[in-house]
């Protein structure tokens, strides 16, 4: 059974930084893209950013480009989301999530196959 869990949330004014980092278990960590997606209260669930495990290669929302890194510890099966100069804009609750086919979400469907537990990024103006 796949469990990701979900850890390095917080509370930072505009323009700090946090790390996520996002632990997989239960089922073989390559061959799979894993992502972040993020919900703010009062909106549909959107996809952040997302890395495929085997070359490394990544993509990103427009709105997190040049501020936020995904990356990866193979030995570890972790994935993390550097956040850094955070918006206010920017808080939610982050999800990591496993078997990411697409960053676009419809209609609050997000096509993902495997969600952890979230966590709450809160960035004060």
């Known amino acids: 059974q796949v469990q990701l869990v979900e850890s390095g949330g917080g509370s930072v004014q505009a323009g700090g930084s946090l790390r996520l980092a996002c632990v997989v278990s239960?089922?073989?960590?390559?061959?799979?893209?894993m992502g972040w997606f993020r919900q703010a209260p009062g909106k549909e669930r959107e996809g952040v950013a997302q890395?495929?495990?085997?070359?490394?290669?990544?993509s990103y929302a427009d709105s997190v480009k040049g501020r936020f890194t995904i990356s990866q510890d193979i030995a570890k099966n972790t994935v993390y989301l550097q956040m850094n100069s955070l918006k206010p804009e920017d808080s939610a609750i982050y999800y990591c999530?496993?078997?990411?086919?697409?960053?676009?979400?419809?209609?609050?469907?997000?096509?993902?196959?495997?969600w952890g537990q979230g966590t709450q990024v809160t960035v004060s103006s």
């Open positions: 999530a496993r078997d990411v086919q697409s960053l676009s979400c419809n209609g609050g469907y997000c096509p993902v196959g495997y």
């Open positions: 239960g089922h073989t960590y390559s061959n799979s893209f």
């Open positions: 890395i495929y495990t085997d070359d490394g290669g990544t």
